[in-house]
């Protein structure tokens, strides 16, 4: 892999952070979320939820499908692993992601984001806490494989 696809793929993964920080950020004062919070949102906080879900959906989507197969790719630890559960496991014990069953976590809370409960206000706040109260560990994850694989990337 080159450099220049590295940086990109870095990059990439940086902007959605970047931008689900952000979102974050500019709900502080609508969380935690409850039924009457989420039901009172205006368009434009709807609108924000909306950059918060999609940038953390992208984000873990992007390390998972892009980043972390780059660093084994930089490590030369590829081998015979077919099997993303082997994939991670090889990366947790290389050091370069903390924790396989934190990134699955992880994984499950996007893949909750792909379901819609229109009916489940209950429902929509507590994954929406989730995601807020794991929005910043999703960061640090992005940095810390970010430093393992700048060991790499130079040789």
Not at 20 to 31: R, S
Not at 73 to 83: C, I, P
Request: charged share 25%.
């Amino acid at each position: 892999m080159s450099a220049s696809v590295a940086s990109l793929v870095v990059a990439q993964c940086e902007t959605h952070a970047r931008r689900m920080l952000w979102a974050k950020h500019a709900l502080q004062t609508e969380l935690p979320l409850n039924v009457g919070r989420l039901r009172g949102l205006d368009d434009a906080h709807v609108a924000i939820v909306d950059q918060f879900v999609g940038r953390f959906a992208k984000l873990q989507d992007a390390m998972g499908a892009k980043l972390l197969p780059m660093i084994l790719e930089l490590t030369k630890e590829q081998g015979d692993l077919d099997a993303y559960l082997d994939k991670l496991n090889c990366l947790e014990k290389i050091g370069a992601l903390p924790s396989v069953d934190e990134w699955l976590e992880l994984r499950e809370m996007r893949n909750a984001f792909a379901h819609d409960y229109p009916e489940d206000s209950e429902l929509q706040a507590a994954i929406l806490n989730r995601a807020f109260s794991a929005a910043d560990r999703l960061v640090e994850i992005l940095q810390h494989a970010k430093r393992f694989a700048a060991r790499y990337a130079h040789e």
